[in-house]
Each structure stands twice: as structure tokens, then as C-alpha cells.
């Protein structure tokens, strides 16, 4: 995926596809376990994103990943989570910056994690829907930190890089720059875990931040990672299961 600077073996062990009728990247999202729960698709020259019709809210792994340490490192979205994992961080994505907390706190818990660094989007300041400004990047993670119940902390790529994936593919981030940086980031205390999570009403119609309903069965003819450089689409079935 020459787009985004992702190395094609780390396409390949995520299991990114190309779907020739959607023409874009397809990421299968998946549960706690493992087991794909959506499809969310990326098209390459425009950036453009969305799920499958019918897709469940998923965290973005490498199959079979299980922590080496009892840290992770979670990202805003499929690309930020591979350009961590590239560089040998234990990285989990989440599909938004205000989505995840109860599927982090499941695999959290499946797989003894202790503690969370949360990497966030170094966004400019937004209007909000009923007013005022936020940075959704920083507040999400923030939001976050209190919402998982472990010591958390913040951490923002290098001024003058918006994200994670950009720190990667223009400014040759790698395991040891990005310690670094992490090293001057505060732990959090722990926090209570909340009854209940909720993105809020004013933001739950956004269609990259939630999906109901399952996708089981649901065929896809997806390419291989091979294709996503070469331009080939050869076929490979995907097939999505709750």
C-alpha cells in the first residue's frame, strides 16, 4: 500500500484485502478473541472511509497477537495501528477517537494487559455540534484513559505530524524514538471503570464510529495484500463471522 508507507507483510498478517467492487482496502475489524465482527474499508487516493453494511464495531489487531509485555499501545484506526506494529509496538486500534472502550476493556482483560499508552491524533481545534471547540484526538484519548480502568497514558507523535502513520512514513519513527517521546507522559491513576459507555447522542449517527446488526455468512471477493501494490486483482474470499 504504497499510499500509506504500510510494509506489505504487515498488510498481510492483519489480513488487509482489496475489494475490486468497492475499489479500496478492506480491514477486517474483530472482537476481543479474534473473530472478525466487520469489514472497514479505506480508499487509497482519497482517504475515504466506511464499514460494510451490517458490520459490528471491531478493534484493529494482527491475528493471533498476544501482548510480549504487559503493555499496549492503541491507535486511531487500521493504518496508525500497523505503523506502530511495524516498528514493534504491541499495538490495538480502534475504529474512532471516541469508540472502543468496552472492546479494549475485553481485551484487556483476556489478555492480562496492565497498563495502556494511548497514542493520539494531534488534531486542530473543531467546533462542536452544541458549541464551543474540541480536539478530537486529544480528548478522545483523554476520554479514554478515564474510561478503561488501568494506568493509562497520553502520548502525541512529534510536532509537526498529525498521526502515528505520518511520524512513520515521513519522519522515521521507529520503537526507540517513539520511547522516548513516551517517557515524558505521565501515568494516569486508575480510574473506575464506567456502568456504561456512551459516544453521545449528537455523534452517534456518524457512520465511521458505529454499526448494529452481525455479517455473518457475508462473502466479500477480496485481493490479496499483493494486490494493493502491484495494482492485480486477484481473488481471495474474505469470510466475516460474529
Known amino acids: 500500500m504504497r499510499e500509506l508507507s504500510i510494509p506489505c507483510d504487515m498488510l498481510a498478517a492483519m489480513d488487509v484485502r482489496w475489494d475490486a467492487a468497492a475499489k479500496a482496502a478492506a480491514f477486517p475489524m474483530r472482537d476481543a478473541e479474534g473473530k472478525v465482527t466487520g469489514i472497514r474499508y479505506r480508499q487509497l487516493k482519497t482517504a475515504k472511509k466506511w464499514a460494510l453494511k451490517g458490520s459490528k464495531d471491531g478493534l484493529f489487531f494482527i491475528p493471533g497477537f498476544i501482548p510480549i509485555s504487559e503493555e499496549i499501545v492503541v491507535c486511531e484506526g487500521p493504518t496508525d495501528m500497523l505503523a506502530a506494529a511495524s516498528v514493534g509496538l504491541n499495538a490495538v486500534g480502534r475504529s474512532a477517537c471516541l469508540t472502543g472502550a468496552a472492546l479494549l476493556r475485553d481485551f484487556i482483560k483476556r489478555h492480562h494487559v496492565r497498563r495502556v499508552t494511548i497514542i493520539a491524533d494531534d488534531d486542530p481545534p473543531k467546533p462542536k455540534p452544541g458549541g464551543g471547540t474540541w480536539r478530537p484526538g486529544i480528548d478522545g484519548a483523554k476520554k479514554l484513559a478515564a474510561d478503561l480502568g488501568i494506568a493509562a497514558r497520553i502520548v502525541l507523535p512529534f510536532p509537526g505530524f498529525k498521526d502515528i502513520r505520518e511520524w512513520y512514513a515521513k519522519g522515521g519513527l521507529t520503537k526507540e524514538k517513539f520511547e522516548t517521546a513516551a517517557k515524558t507522559a505521565n501515568w494516569s491513576p486508575v480510574f473506575g471503570v464506567p456502568k456504561k459507555f456512551c459516544i453521545g ?14 455479517i455473518e455468512g457475508e462473502q466479500r471477493n477480496l485481493s490479496s495484500c499483493d494486490s494493493l501494490t502491484s495494482g492485480q486483482e486477484t481473488a481471495s474470499p474474505l469470510t466475516t463471522n460474529n
Open 201 to 214: 447522542a449528537a455523534l452517534a449517527d456518524r457512520d465511521d464510529r458505529c454499526w448494529d446488526g452481525g
